[in-house]
């Protein structure tokens, strides 16, 4: 019914930046909050950064101030934006969005598949 897909996943040295994106598509009603939680080896999967629909954001200590979330209401879109990337940051990186698929139902938490960030000298 409702897919995430996410890109821009990659390899990196330390320092360097890469941008994530994740579209939203399928039978979509209304989006509310989009965005990236990851999950390094042998941790759990932590937050990383949220939006709302408005531009309202929440991130998690580690990344604010390098990471910068932001999104496409038109394109049911999410990106993030990550700057000055250290090894702590390497992870999979999995895109959520909460969606409603019809105007009677409620809003639920979609996953995407994960995209490998390795920040590596």
């Known amino acids: 019914q409702v897919q995430l897909v996410e890109s821009g996943g990659g390899l990196v040295q330390p320092g360097e930046s890469l941008r994530l994106s994740c579209a939203a598509s399928g039978t979509i009603y209304r989006l509310n909050a989009m965005g990236w939680y990851r999950q390094a080896p042998g941790k759990q999967r932590e937050l990383v950064a949220t939006i709302l629909p408005a531009g309202s954001t929440n991130y998690a200590d580690s990344p604010k101030g390098r990471f910068t979330i932001s999104r496409d209401n038109a394109e049911n879109t999410v990106y993030l934006q990550m700057n000055s990337l250290k090894p702590e940051d390497t992870a999979v990186y999995y895109c959520y969005a909460a969606v409603q698929t019809r105007s009677w139902w409620s ?15």
């Open 107 to 121: 809003f639920y938490d979609y996953w995407g598949q994960g995209t490998q960030v390795t920040v590596s000298s």
